[in-house]
């Protein structure tokens, strides 16, 4: 049996990831594609609920504390991301290890200690980057709801995106600015293609 794809979408806050996860998820259930939908930060472990409190600015934790934190989520939710691929079934994340990376340069850490942490996690097979312009996304509803929602972080969550784009030749930016929620869709199902026909290797790791 082949395995499943690992598919990552990124991007910063309120640019229409969670819309095209599903969308995909749907797009995969249609054409009978095993998939399934993975989120992170995952808020409903306890490492979770530490993320959640700490995003709706109910707790205040130290910047390092917190970056370990996030990639504590996903290590935790690794042996499942690997053990679901193996049985044959597609995922898609609502982010990873690049958000990890970004949001803490963003403020200030230092990129390559950001990126030591998820050292070793499933490595996707596809990561794209819907780009929005900050400026855009701020006119998005229920913006600002969160601790990292604010237009001057945004704009260094989105330079600390564009390194990782330079360094890692397989993210791959979509400029969503003015696209509909279909047009991105076709342009990710485009994008994907390649990848759905040909036999997957084993998974490797970040
Ligand atoms: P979301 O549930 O997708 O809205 O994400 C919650 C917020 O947390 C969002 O502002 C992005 C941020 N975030 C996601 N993953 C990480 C991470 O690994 N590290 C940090 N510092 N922030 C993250
Ligand atoms: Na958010
Ligand atoms: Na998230």
Known sequence: MTRGLF???????RTGKSTQCAQLLNHFSVSGTNAALIKFPD??????QMINSYLQSKTDINDNAIH???SANRWEMSQNITDT???GTT????RYAYSGVAYSVAKGLDYTYCKYPDRG???PDKVFFLDLPPQLAQQREDYGDERYESLDMQTRVREAFMKLLIDNQYIHKIDVTGQSIDSVHDTLKQQLEPLLTQQQQPIKHT
């Open 91 to 94: 995922i898609i994340a609502d």
């Open 85 to 87: 691929l193996n049985q």
């Open 7 to 13: 598919i990552v979408i990124e991007g910063l806050d």
């Open 68 to 70: 370990l934190l996030f």
């Open 43 to 48: 808020r409903t472990t306890s490492i979770g």
């Open 121 to 123: 996690l499933p490595m």
